[in-house]
């Protein structure tokens, strides 16, 4: 039997958690209501002479959190800043306002032995100073367990199917977690729903699925009636030839808690600003030091400026 994986270079097929109301099952996803969503942006990269479609989520009014893969070349190198274009405050990418990088942090495990390592796809950005209102939020850092059978949503402005044309209209799509002998089919390193990744099944949601241009968009979990980031679209693994919505998938979603001291080294935040004054409310997550236990020690952060080649 052929597998493939498949790392998304932008867009996420909108699939996620359906807030309000969660157990309602979304064909092929839905549109975003206007205010669900201010945390989400579309980035546009450039790698060479090519172009490529991403999202992040807005974690402070400096910094925005995608994937790693987001943010290098083929070659595996970490873009200039100048090259990642942030568009935010609307829904619709026609009414978008827009800024460029001006730092960028690589998680420093994302590439060891000239090979990406898709538990360690993440990346911040950082940028001049936006205006946080109604249409450009931040979203709190979700820190609480996740379980099997966890209702979350996914969104981005990526292909609505396969073989269509990009949309200028955030939509989201449901997505739940499977569980983990299961997951393990698709990825044998996979072995807890507190560890890098979340993982969620195609034959879970068939017919739903993210797609090209979703990588690093938000997917958010409701946490006691709060939106909260869960984690990062990454990636997508197959059976066979499977594509976009396939049963036969999975899908694995980078979880920010998890990388906690990378995301406070690299953005000097601190876990109360990015938790909203939770913390790490996981105790299976923490240690003596109230940090995420889970965490590898960060030694170094991949930092590229614009005076940079």
Not at 92 to 100: E, R
Request: include cysteine; glycine fraction near 10%; aromatic fraction near 6%.
């Amino acid at each position: 039997m052929q597998w493939s994986i498949v790392i998304f270079l932008g867009l996420s097929m909108v699939q996620g958690l359906a807030v309000p109301n969660l157990s309602k099952r979304i064909i092929n996803g839905f549109l975003m209501p206007e205010t669900l969503a201010p945390y989400v942006v579309r980035m546009v990269k450039q790698a060479g002479s090519q172009l490529y479609i991403c999202g992040g989520s807005i974690i402070s009014p400096n910094h925005i959190i995608t994937a790693a893969h987001c943010v290098v070349n083929g070659e595996n190198a970490v873009l200039p800043p100048a090259n990642l274009t942030v568009g935010y405050g609307s829904d619709d990418i026609n009414n978008q306002k827009f800024v460029t990088g001006a730092s960028v942090y690589v998680h420093p495990e994302y590439i060891q032995n000239k090979v990406r390592q898709s538990r360690n796809d993440i990346a911040i950005i950082k940028i001049p100073t936006i205006q946080l209102d109604a249409n450009t939020t931040k979203v709190p850092i979700y820190t609480g367990p996740v379980a099997p059978n966890q209702k979350l949503m996914a969104m981005g402005w990526g292909l609505t199917n396969p073989g269509a044309t990009m949309l200028s209209m955030l939509r989201g799509v449901l997505r739940i977690t499977g569980n983990i002998t299961d997951c393990l089919q698709f990825n044998q390193q996979y072995t807890t729903y507190d560890g890098p990744q979340i993982c969620s099944l195609g034959k879970l949601t068939p017919g739903e699925s993210t797609c090209s241009g979703d990588s690093g968009s938000s997917v958010v979990i409701n946490s006691g009636g709060t939106i909260e980031l869960a984690g990062i679209n990454s990636v997508a693994v197959y059976k066979s030839s499977g594509s976009c919505g396939s049963s036969d998938s999975a899908h694995f979603y980078v979880r920010p808690a998890y990388h906690m001291s990378f995301i406070t080294n690299s953005t000097g935040l601190s876990i109360s600003y990015l938790t909203d004054g939770k913390g790490i409310v996981d105790s299976t997550a923490t240690n003596a030091n109230g940090k995420a236990g889970h965490v590898a020690t960060v030694t170094e952060t991949v930092i590229v400026t614009p005076t940079q080649a």
